[in-house]
């Protein structure tokens, strides 16, 4: 055990304890901390095993942007305020789900790279993966451009409300230079012409206008 | 298992902190280097913004606090610590606990790879100005937390401002550091420092350069995102005080708020000394002047002592001209609102960002 298999096998365990309380946690905002903990253990993994341009694509990917847009998104729409808790009733499903996945992805990796021995470990600078990004494997990389760009078009489309789809617009009263404050409690709305409100009676307030 | 030997090949240029063959001396100056960087030059920093903002606005500034008022932020300190810590009833005491240590920690792992001066650095990465950026994207985690944590309409929108704002203006930020890369070949920031050393437009050949002269359109976006992402004035939207009474500060006192006010003071110095070091030449005193007592590269490495102590004075006296710029355009400036910023960000800084990219990189290739 060399001092890099220690940290290696700490990164490890806080990663997988990040990743058990993302899904064990009852508030909502707790599981999308704990996972911005696990992708954050995922890029101290990739840095103890000296892949120091992946450990930081990875913080700023992944916990710059994914877990922060999470947590926006929790707050807008559904994010308890303080203490309260939520649960999802789908646990079984769950369960299966991952462990599935979990069973499938070790075996995988297991047999692909069961025997691989490592001994002396530097990563590749960046200057070697930038060439082998932008001229090996240029083809691919602009064909994945052109998906994650067709998914941003697709979220704006979906994102965008078409004329008469969602509801009624609300009704909006406008407040205009020159109108009297409005008065709830005084009869029927007065009907209201051009700037003619200096010649109401004092005390029949004003029109309210839709 | 594997056995990982380590031959790391993270390192790039020396640091003149390794000292001798052990490990942990270098180690502990490196902490000691940092730190100090970290509790030292943003104080300065807030001491010149009291007082230049006093003097724009026909005050004084801090006066009574040691030799004028240049103690006032260490006295400011001493207050913090000695207040009551409130936590509201109703706050998630953990997270609220965990938001501003949440944010301070990234804003002290910046330092690590500033450089001052030749040689004096903690680390020179070979992905230094990627780290830099990388680090500073994880702070609006505690700053949206802290927002949340406080349970607090006010602090609750105030931290949805910060973070939708953080998430505009990072893009045209990394878009020109991107540009600035492309320009030095390079992502170590000591690489960076070296390469505007060297630089020269074609036609002009002899006739040193920083890369602010070129590329005065991506200094400019640098520096209103820089701004932005540090929650300045004019961009202060996430605790504009006439709507969200202190925004995601509200309820904190004491030293969890010191710490938020530190996270924001350190985040104007690394964002200076980035931009000292991206766009006006890091710690080389004039374009083409060498340093006195330099030899290296240009005349901005390999330093004696005296050279380096030169040095580093450059970069600082920089870094608080670029302080004194975002002080000016605080007092100079009304704050915007909520949509002129995102409209600013995504309709002007990021095209604009884009197309210098595109410009530049052209450019760099065919010539």
């Known amino acids: 055990m060399t001092g890099l298999d220690v940290v290696f096998v700490l990164v490890g365990l806080l990663t997988a304890a990040g990743a058990v309380l993302t899904v064990t946690s009852k508030n909502l905002v707790h599981a999308a901390l704990a996972l911005a903990v696990t992708l954050a253990g995922i890029a101290g993994v990739f840095l103890v095993l000296h892949a120091d341009f992946l450990a930081l694509v990875q913080l700023v990917v992944y916990v710059g942007a994914v877990a922060v847009l999470f947590l926006f998104g929790l707050m807008l729409t559904r994010a308890p305020i303080g203490r309260e808790a939520l649960d999802s009733q789908n646990r079984g499903l769950a369960l299966a789900v991952s462990g599935g996945l979990f069973v499938v992805l070790s075996t995988l990796i297991v047999l692909a790279f069961g025997d691989v021995r490592v001994d002396a470990m530097t990563g590749p600078g960046i200057d070697v993966i930038g060439i082998a990004i932008f001229a090996v494997w240029v083809l691919p990389f602009e064909l994945l451009s052109m998906l994650l760009l067709a998914a941003l078009i697709?979220?704006?489309?979906?994102?965008?409300?078409?004329?008469?789809?969602?509801?009624?617009?609300?009704?909006?009263?406008?407040?205009?230079?020159?109108?009297?404050?409005?008065?709830e409690s005084d009869g029927p709305p007065a009907e209201v012409a051009g700037d003619g409100q200096a010649e109401l009676p004092a005390g029949s307030g004003g029109g309210g206008q839709a | 298992m594997t056995v990982l030997t380590s031959t790391t090949a993270l390192a790039q240029a020396p640091s003149i902190l390794d000292v001798g063959d052990g490990v942990v001396l270098p180690i502990l100056l490196k902490v000691a280097l940092v730190l100090g960087l970290f509790f030292v030059v943003p104080l300065v920093g807030g001491y010149l913004e009291h007082k230049v903002m006093g003097r724009m606005q026909n005050r004084r500034g801090p006066v009574e606090a040691g030799p004028f008022g240049s103690l006032q932020l260490v006295a400011d300190g001493i207050k913090f610590i000695q207040k009551e810590d409130i936590i509201p009833r109703a706050a998630d005491k953990p997270m609220f606990a965990l938001a501003p240590g949440l944010a301070l920690v990234p804003a002290l792992l910046v330092f690590l790879v500033i450089p001052l001066g030749p040689g004096v650095f903690a680390v020179d990465l070979e992905l230094g100005l990627f780290y830099?950026?990388?680090?500073?994207?994880?702070?609006?985690?505690?700053?949206?937390?802290?927002?949340?944590?406080?349970?607090?309409?006010?602090?609750?929108?105030?931290?949805?401002?910060?973070?939708?704002?953080?998430?505009?203006?990072?893009?045209?930020?990394?878009?020109?550091?991107i540009t600035v890369a492309v320009m030095a070949g390079t992502l170590s920031l000591v690489g960076i420092v070296e390469a505007q050393a060297n630089f020269t437009l074609p036609?002009?050949?002899?006739?040193?350069?920083?890369?602010?002269?070129?590329?005065?359109?991506?200094?400019?976006?640098?520096?209103?995102?820089?701004?932005?992402?540090?929650?300045?004035?004019?961009?202060?939207?996430?605790?504009?005080?006439?709507?969200?009474?202190?925004?995601?500060?509200?309820?904190?006192?004491?030293?969890?708020?010191?710490?938020?006010?530190?996270?924001?003071?350190?985040?104007?110095?690394?964002?200076?000394?980035?931009?000292?070091?991206?766009?006006?030449?890091?710690?080389?005193?004039?374009?083409?002047?060498?340093?006195?007592?330099?030899?290296?590269?240009?005349?901005?490495?390999?330093?004696?002592?005296?050279?380096?102590?030169?040095?580093?004075?450059?970069?600082?006296?920089?870094?608080?001209?670029?302080?004194?710029?975002?002080?000016?355009?605080?007092?100079?400036?009304?704050?915007?609102?909520?949509?002129?910023?995102?409209?600013?960000?995504?309709?002007?800084?990021?095209?604009?960002?884009?197309?210098?990219?595109?410009?530049?990189?052209?450019?760099?290739?065919?010539?």
């Open chain 1, 154 to 183: 697709g979220a704006i489309v979906l994102a965008r409300r078409e004329d008469g789809e969602s509801g009624e617009e609300a009704e909006v009263t406008r407040i205009e230079v020159g109108d009297p404050p409005i008065n």
């Open chain 2, 132 to 177: 830099a950026l990388a680090i500073t994207s994880i702070s609006v985690l505690g700053i949206l937390l802290g927002g949340w944590a406080s349970a607090n309409k006010f602090s609750l929108i105030g931290g949805l401002r910060a973070g939708a704002q953080l998430i505009a203006y990072e893009l045209p930020l990394i878009i020109t550091a």
């Open chain 2, 203 to 367: 036609g002009l050949e002899g006739f040193n350069l920083w890369f602010v002269f070129p590329q005065i359109v991506g200094f400019a976006i640098f520096f209103v995102a820089a701004m932005a992402e540090l929650s300045r004035p004019p961009f202060d939207m996430p605790i504009g005080d006439s709507e969200l009474v202190f925004g995601y500060m509200t309820e904190y006192t004491g030293i969890k708020f010191a710490m938020f006010l530190l996270t924001e003071y350190a985040g104007m110095i690394t964002m200076s000394a980035l931009m000292v070091v991206l766009f006006l030449g890091g710690w080389q005193i004039l374009p083409g002047v060498a340093t006195p007592g330099c030899e290296g590269a240009a005349g901005i490495m390999s330093c004696d002592p005296i050279g380096i102590a030169i040095s580093v004075l450059v970069t600082l006296a920089k870094i608080m001209g670029l302080v004194f710029l975002m002080v000016w355009a605080r007092v100079a400036y009304p704050r915007l609102r909520e949509d002129q910023l995102q409209r600013i960000s995504w309709l002007v800084l990021v095209p604009l960002s884009l197309a210098n990219l595109a410009f530049v990189t052209i450019l760099t290739v065919v010539l």
